[in-house]
């Protein structure tokens, strides 16, 4: 006697069908109620109700025949890259260019001034990168320069771990990105020049 039907055997026959059928990773995780924690593309896809409608209405047809009830129409999109307006931006890094003119304001900082405007400018730095790529939160984002190439503004991403299937990608950089990671180059080489000046201990002697 063969199984018996589950959820969970109907849910993998329905991915085996979608992926013969050429239907994109991200389709086949939506339509089997997968979680982005295993497939990865839900984490950075948008995807057409009108596209993932006639994809379940294409399995249905092949599998139960033609008697099924019209579908309604679905405009709109599903996922995590909708359009965000053009004003948050320029709200969200407006407030952060204010707080670092105000910082950089200060002619001769101490050590702990400088330690507040670094922090302050990595946080802008890596708030860019993430509205220009669409980096998930990790625990060590952009952590290699090794990984980003500004002769060719391409990025290599690596923001999650899943099973079977790749978590990395390359995206392009738009250009104000491009710009700001050869501002923070410089930023680093400067860094390094002022504390230079500072009898700082060294981490060899730290105990």
Sequence with gaps: MSRPLSPGRIRRYKADWLRTQGCDPAIVGFLTGELPAWRAQLHYTRLRRSELIWWHRRYLLAHFGTRLCPFPEAPGDYGSRIALPMTLFATVMGAQQRELAEVRAVSSPAPSEIVAAHNLYTGYTLMLLYLATGH????????????MDLATGLIWISDKTTSGERGARVLVLPQAAQQQLRHWCDHLRRLQTVLGVYQLPSLENAH
Excluded: N, Y
């Design 136 to 147: 998930r939160p990790v625990g060590s984002p952009f952590e290699r320069l090794g990984d």
